[in-house]
């Protein structure tokens, strides 16, 4: 009773309702088949759940109910989940056809799926099978009702995402196998299917959302390719509707890639069809059929931004720009307009290219008093010439400040990015001098995204910062949880300029890593350096090579543990073949009286995996201390070290190897050497027969559980 109001165990972690889904969608993963319908009613309320941002565990759920069922024994497949999952749905009323749209998408994604995978597993094998579904009438069926059933949904549909989600199922219909061999009954069955959907984008092709025309159009393109010769009768008349379709003429020329625009011709020709067709509508518009064009524009980007996927948008990003910039009284009236917020930037940097520079100028110093649309500021950026760089330099200055002031990264890393395009030849210091501002404010708001927005620009903006400049860069360096490519593309032009700051950067964070907490993800050193980093440290001259040893080599002078994991770590990624340099330093220093001398050589040794250019440092380390059993072992662990094996006797493998590696040890002149290698045989053949013991044990036991004898 007196300890009844303190927790047994501790503190709990908290439960979120999404842990509590994850949980359940688990179960309901096991018992799938077993209470299926049950199940499906489970998940078919946690696909419209908006309590949970990511349906994608959900939908893997889906994707697990209808997958076809393969049974070795039977040597047949069974479709018996799909059918009974079609029939709950068909029994759906409109309402919740509605609703339930994006899960009855995904179901006729694999129901529609031509192909199946399978496997069988053995004691020693797994045989992984890929095939075409069987075409039985059942198949047959069950295709044509789910086509149906996503007919009928998407006329329910008004969202455009979920009409994106139905085609995409449709489209799985029209796909014959890709890795699989199929007869003619399949392709017959594919094309019945297609005729059936070909049908269905006619009837509404005319009248639908000008986005769900361009996914269809996009859809045409493959099936003429596919359909080169024999084409079905219904793609020249889907092809006919969609082109007196005079809305689309124009979304089309402005929004896709150039592959999609005119995909028989190549994208050089198509972006200059486009460039020109541009143009037209700028020397087109006008104040007078300024509303006109207004209702043509905003036929485009009824459904924006949920249709946007990167860079679709790109001209008609362009047309607005280029509206702007020739006619900016127009461009000035789009910007009244708050159905063009999204594009605030791109038209505000084309009235800054034109004649309305001034005008332009007093908006945006407005917007940065009021604090609006300031990341769409950064962006006008990357418009300003060298020229007009002293015009818009204290109006940047402004945002800057701005920004700094409110905590908006955003805004301050959209111009780190356009620094980063920016190549003004006579005005390097100012740009540098700009970005170490920003990014000086970043690291006090503990933001470090600027790396992911500047790395590729980095040689030519900080190869001539100053002392003081580069350790606003590295103080903001220091704090990353992972130092990624991006940051290593950064440190590389220190290693160059500065190899001692280098290393010094490092035991800094190495520093700062003592001070975190246990649980923290804050790693110090990376796992390796990326092969192109790699490559360009293993170029630096013998000179850069030796004071990265040298500035290592003084943290072991202090007695904190991770010193010393650290920097051996470190040097593993310097010098990942130990490199003489490094394996003449380790000799000195086990020659030598230094008191730590055993632990750093142990140390280095161990970050390595016992590989054969170790074996002059480990000679040295046994003559230095012959008689010392713990220092024995110590080196028998980082000769026997193997790094990944394979098969079930792959260690047993390595440690013969491992005994042929020292063979020639046993000529060596030291007699030291000679009684060690002996005694690292004998260790060595102890571990062979443990492995293949272990070995035998596991092989047994999956057979057992196989049924195997």
């Not at 179960?27 to 349906?55: C, G, M, N, Q, Y």
């Not at 110090?524 to 440290?537: E, M, S, W």
């Amino acid at each position: 009773m007196l300890f009844r109001n303190r927790p047994l165990w501790g503190e709990l972690r908290g439960q979120s309702y999404d842990d509590v889904v994850a949980v359940v969608l688990d179960i309901s993963k096991l018992l799938r088949f077993v209470h299926l319908d049950k199940v499906f009613a489970v998940l078919a309320e946690l696909a419209i759940d908006e309590k949970i941002k990511d349906k994608k565990k959900v939908f893997e759920v889906v994707e697990k109910m209808t997958e076809p069922v393969y049974v070795e024994k039977d040597k047949k497949i069974y479709f018996h989940a799909q059918l009974a999952i079609l029939e709950i749905m068909e029994k759906w009323d409109n309402s919740k056809l509605m609703t339930n749209t994006a899960l009855i998408a995904e179901v006729g994604k694999h129901v529609l799926h031509s192909e199946f995978d399978a496997s069988t597993w053995t004691s020693s094998s797994v045989t992984i099978g890929h095939g075409a579904v069987p075409v039985t009438d059942t198949v047959k069926k069950m295709r044509t009702r789910m086509i149906s059933l996503l007919k009928k949904a998407y006329q329910l549909q008004k969202s455009i995402l979920n009409k994106f989600a139905i085609l995409e199922a449709l489209q799985i219909a029209t796909h014959t196998p890709m890795s699989a061999h199929y007869g003619e009954d399949m392709e017959t069955m594919v094309r019945d299917n297609l005729d059936e959907i070909l049908k269905f984008y006619i009837s509404i092709a005319p009248s639908t959302d000008l986005d769900v025309v361009y996914k269809i159009e996009k859809q045409l393109h493959r099936f003429k390719r596919r359909f080169e010769k024999d084409a079905p009768i219904n793609l020249a008349e889907l092809d006919a509707v969609i082109q007196k379709n005079e809305p689309y003429q124009l979304y089309r020329i402005l929004v896709g890639y150039d592959g999609d625009y005119l995909p028989d011709v190549d994208f050089e020709e198509s972006r200059k069809i486009r460039d020109e067709k541009i143009t037209e509508i700028v020397q087109d518009i006008s104040e007078t059929n300024y509303e006109e064009w207004l209702t043509k524009i905003l036929l485009i980007i009824k459904n924006y931004p949920d249709t946007e996927e990167r860079g679709e948008f790109n001209y008609f990003r362009k047309l607005l720009n280029e509206i702007s910039k020739a006619k900016p009284k127009i461009g000035l009236k789009l910007l009244e307009e708050k159905v063009f917020e999204p594009f605030t930037d791109i038209i505000i940097a084309g009235i800054w290219c034109s004649t309305e520079k001034e005008t332009a100028k007093g908006i945006l110093n407005d917007w940065i008093t009021q604090g609006k649309f300031l990341p769409a500021m950064a962006v006008v950026y990357e418009f300003i010439s060298e020229e007009d760089l002293p015009l818009a330099l204290p109006l940047i200055q402004k945002l800057v400040k701005k920004a700094k002031t409110d905590g908006d990264v955003n805004t301050l890393n959209h111009l780190v990015r356009a620094i980063g395009f920016k190549k003004f030849p006579n005005s390097t210091k100012d740009l540098q001098s700009l970005l170490i501002d920003i990014i000086q404010a970043l690291t006090d708001l503990k933001n470090t995204l600027w790396i992911q927005n500047i790395w590729y620009s980095s040689e030519s903006l900080f190869a001539s910062l100053n002392k003081e400049e580069w350790m606003v860069v590295l103080d903001s360096l220091v704090s990353v949880p992972n130092l990624s490519y991006e940051a290593e593309a950064i440190l590389s032009l220190v290693a160059k300029n500065d190899p001692k700051e280098f290393i010094q950067f490092f035991e800094r964070r190495v520093k700062l890593k003592k001070k975190t907490k246990r649980d923290d993800r804050y790693d110090a050193i990376p796992f390796n350096f990326t092969p192109r980093q790699a490559g360009d440290l293993s170029n630096l001259s013998e000179a850069t090579k030796k004071l990265f040893i040298d500035e290592i080599f003084k943290w072991f002078k202090g007695a904190h543990w991770l010193n010393y994991w650290e920097g051996a770590h470190l040097l593993k990624n310097l010098f990942p073949r130990l490199d003489s340099c490094l394996e003449s330093k380790l000799i000195a220093l086990l020659k030598s009286k230094a008191t730590n001398k055993a632990r750093t050589a142990i140390a280095v040794l161990r970050a390595y995996e016992g590989e054969g250019f170790l074996h002059n440092v480990c000679k040295e380390f046994i003559k230095q201390f012959p008689n010392n059993k713990k220092y024995q072992n110590e080196i028998f662990v980082i000769l026997s070290q193997t790094g990944v094996v394979s098969g079930e006797y792959g260690f047993v493998d390595a440690y013969q190897a491992k005994i042929a590696d020292v063979q020639s040890w046993k000529s060596d002149k030291s007699k030291v050497v000679k009684n060690f290698v002996t005694n690292y045989e004998k260790y060595l053949n102890d571990r062979i027969v443990w492995e293949k013991k272990r070995a035998d044990e596991d092989i047994d036991h999956r057979k057992r559980e196989y049924g195997e004898k």
